[in-house]
């Protein structure tokens, strides 16, 4: 059977069976019917459009037929984990080297950068507690924090392309040529920056999550004709273990939706208080303690660190050759224990059990059965400890499950970085984030949420 119509047959039973579901089309037309959220939808469509067309714009000066499959360069993003990640993130962009090849990595690294500084810093940190205008001035030293990580990654990213396929350089490798490609892949992020700021004021929010998102699934199709081509056209393939690769890539993302969605209820009571002749407080609320409160970040963190043994090459091969492979044992090891660590290392800076426990007091509220102060800060510090445990555990997995899928189920590595790692949990908790936000306008207008139930599980 081609593997042109296996695909299509998949994506028309999806479509079947979401225009079967009666609440799903309901919920659609009540979307349409909300003049704002309607615009904001199409207006989100549309910047995403703009983004995807440039991922095929090739830099001016350029061959893309020398970089088709079977260069050098093609194979080099099948081969290297963390080209093949930039590839996945940027929508293809990377390996099509177009103006928008370097997408919004530079800007997640200084992100990082910056956020790192906010711990360490004493100027950053003052400015991260003056509000609106602080965090102002922390996005604009961001944006030049990114401008020079693309002073570095842009000619580091033409050195490569130029070292892989010389011949797709049409006027040569001149100074004059690096710094002119430069600065079209310095305007590109910055374009892209500025179509996720524009998302998230205009669009319907997450503007630079949607990018990301956008990037990692537009891969998706092109993925799965591959895995499609490898399971049914091969003689050794099979269309059984096709199947087995869907079902269990379905229970995957729906144990990445628990785990994303997971919060243990610290119950919390505030005390009477009449003021005039009205009763305020006296009620129970609940504190929600994410298990994953780290989310992406350890990943993100350990994966970096994963190629820092690449830069002993020369001095101690063996040692390199060992974290050379993303299958390898010691290179999956490593990784699942920084990410174990990395999470309790990130969890223990946004989590302030102090702050939580002042703020708490100074609004008359107090955990029943835990007196305020220090014993309230060692019982949220308790929790957390508890939770995280199983929270990096299960994230550790998560960031293996490629290499687990390539190496034990023989999955292709594109439609292996779906099973696990960033892509998996950027998709999940992008689409939650997003869905939270059109069910808000929806509540808003008295309408029904997305789910037969109301709202989204986990979001009350």
Request: aromatic residues 12%; hydrophobic residues 50%.
């Amino acid at each position: 059977m081609n593997q042109y119509l296996v695909v299509g047959i998949v994506f028309l039973v999806v479509i079947a069976l979401l225009a079967t579901n009666k609440k799903l089309v309901e919920t659609l037309k009540n979307i349409y019917k909300i003049e704002e959220l309607r615009k904001r939808v199409i207006y989100t469509i549309g910047l995403l459009l703009v983004y995807r067309l440039g991922s095929f714009v090739v830099i001016p000066g350029i061959n893309p037929n020398a970089l088709g499959e079977g260069s050098a360069y093609a194979s080099q993003l099948e081969g290297n984990g963390l080209l093949g990640l930039l590839n996945v993130f940027s929508g293809g962009a990377f390996g099509n080297a177009a103006i928008l090849a370097l997408g919004v990595m530079p800007y997640i690294t200084a992100s990082i950068i910056i956020q790192l500084m906010g711990m360490m810093i004493p100027y950053f940190q003052k400015m991260q507690k003056e509000g609106e205008s602080g965090r102002r001035k922390m996005n604009q030293w961001t944006r030049f924090l990114t401008i020079g990580v693309l002073l570095l990654q842009g000619p580091a990213y033409i050195a490569n392309l130029y070292h892989q396929v010389p011949t797709a350089f049409v006027y040569g490798n001149s100074f004059g040529f690096v710094c002119y490609a430069t600065t079209i892949l310095i305007a590109g992020t910055m374009f892209i920056m500025w179509l996720g700021e524009k998302i998230t004021d205009k669009g319907i929010g997450n503007g630079i999550s949607l990018i990301i998102m956008i990037g990692i699934v537009a891969r998706l199709p092109h993925a799965l004709l591959a895995e499609v081509n490898a399971r049914i056209q091969t003689a050794t393939g099979s269309a059984i273990m096709l199947i087995f690769e869907l079902v269990l890539l379905f229970l995957v993302f729906m144990a990445t939706i628990a785990l994303v969605q997971a919060v243990r209820k610290v119950p919390v009571q505030y005390a009477k208080r009449i003021v005039g002749n009205k009763q305020y407080g006296g009620v129970r609320q609940y504190i929600p303690l994410k298990m994953n409160a780290a989310n992406v970040m350890p990943i993100i963190f350990a994966q970096a660190l994963m190629f820092i043994p690449a830069l002993f090459a020369n001095v101690a091969p063996g040692f390199a050759a060992a974290f050379s492979t993303m299958t390898g044992f010691w290179y999956n090891f490593t990784l699942a224990v920084l990410v174990i660590v990395f999470t309790y290392f990130y969890t223990a800076i946004i989590i302030n059990p102090q702050m939580m426990a002042d703020d708490m007091k100074r609004n008359g509220g107090f955990i029943p059965g835990v007196k305020p102060g220090k014993q309230t800060v060692n019982y949220i510090d308790t929790i957390m400890t508890r939770i995280t445990l199983p929270g990096s555990v299960f994230l550790a997995v998560v960031a293996i499950l490629p290499a687990l899928a390539m190496k034990f189920l023989g999955i292709q590595q594109a439609f292996a970085y779906f099973y696990g790692g960033t892509s998996l949990l950027i998709m999940v908790g992008v689409v939650l984030d997003t869905l939270k936000q059109i069910e808000s306008y929806l509540l808003m207008r008295h309408y029904d949420g997305l789910m037969k139930t109301g709202r989204i599980q986990g979001r009350h």
